[in-house]
């Protein structure tokens, strides 16, 4: 018969779960998502795509700014046996979790205990794993230590960037987490217990975690790349010569061949149409940039930007906090 399920969560991420629930035999009642915001410089406001989503199928939809009485009422108003979730925001406390008759399940972008937090899929490619998954876990007060229902891993591409890495999991988890609504409704799920010792953290991404340094590893370097690309783009500065404006980063990769030493890190190394343009980094490596992104401009493949601005070897890009 299916489970009478409350989806939560507000992000493209959530929205590809909350199909996999509805392809499933279990019953979306009800979704919760963060309200409608204005953003950007016209300040237009924006939908999150789990409420559009919710919109166009006619699912009854909720917007709470936070998980008050008010809003648990509500909630138990769709006499839900179970709450699903994948990046939603609020904080569940022990009121919220008591409301499902089956209590919550979440789906988490890491194979707990790794990389508890806000920021599972961006920490991993910045750490440098080359592993990652999705884990089911039963929603408990502290975040992300619930017991778990299931996990499943997958590879990281060394080219993937946070975007392409967010679209798989979210695959991922439409698959694994209507299974485990079915154990749950079959009574044959069995949560295991998270080892608190082996937990790392993924807390969230602070904005001057975006400023390249070139004084890290080429591939130190790449991984920061990939954690932000596309969206919002780590960043460096123009050579002072060029009034060190931003410049984003979009793709980068290592590049040992071109690297010199006692090169400075952030000294430019290559600038050519046919070779790119490739940057001295940190321990005598050096990284070639694939596509960046000129302040006010279109992103573009890093000839072009060269065509537009007369960068020079030995020239130096610079550092700056968000």
């Known amino acids: 018969m299916g489970l009478r399920t409350v989806f939560f969560g507000t992000p493209e991420f959530a929205r590809v779960v909350l199909e996999g629930i509805l392809s499933s035999p279990h019953e979306v009642v009800a979704v919760a998502a963060a309200p409608d915001r204005p953003s950007g410089r016209g300040r237009k406001v924006r939908v999150g795509p789990v409420a559009a989503f919710a919109r166009e199928r006619g699912i009854p939809l909720i ?136 937990a790392t953290f993924a807390p969230p991404l602070l904005p001057d975690e975006r400023a390249v340094r070139w004084a890290d590893s080429a591939t130190a370097t790449a991984n920061r790349v990939r954690a932000f690309a596309p969206r919002p783009g780590a960043f460096t500065c123009l050579p002072e010569e060029f009034g060190s404006k931003r410049l984003k980063v979009l793709d980068a990769i290592p590049d040992p061949e071109r690297a010199r030493k006692g090169a400075t890190p952030g ?56």
Not at 94 to 112: C, D, Q
Not at 179 to 198: F, H, W
Not at 287 to 305: C, H, N, S, W, Y
């Open 267 to 322: 000294e430019v190394l290559v600038t050519s149409a046919k070779e790119g343009l490739v940057v001295a980094a940190g321990e005598g490596g050096a990284l070639r940039l694939i596509t960046v992104q000129p302040e006010g401009k279109r992103a573009m493949d890093a000839a072009a930007f060269l065509s537009g601005h007369r960068i020079k070897q030995g020239q130096v890009f610079g550092d700056e906090k968000a």
């Open 63 to 198: 917007q709470p700014e936070k998980l008050d009485k008010g809003t648990r009422a509500r909630l138990a108003d769709f006499t839900p046996d179970v709450f699903a979730v994948a990046s939603y925001g609020l904080i569940f406390g022990p009121k919220s979790l008591a409301v499902p008759r089956l209590g919550a399940v979440n789906a988490h972008g890491s194979v707990l205990p790794k990389l508890r937090g806000a920021a599972p899929i961006e920490r991993a490619i910045m750490e440098g794993f080359t592993r990652t998954g999705i884990s089911i876990q039963q929603m408990a007060c502290e975040v992300d230590a619930g017991d778990v229902y299931a996990s499943r891993e997958i590879p990281i591409d060394e080219r993937e960037n946070a975007e392409s890495l967010r679209a798989r999991l979210a695959r991922v988890a439409a698959e694994l987490l209507p299974e485990v609504l079915s154990s749950i409704e079959a009574g044959t799920a069995r949560a295991v217990a998270q080892d608190a010792s082996l």
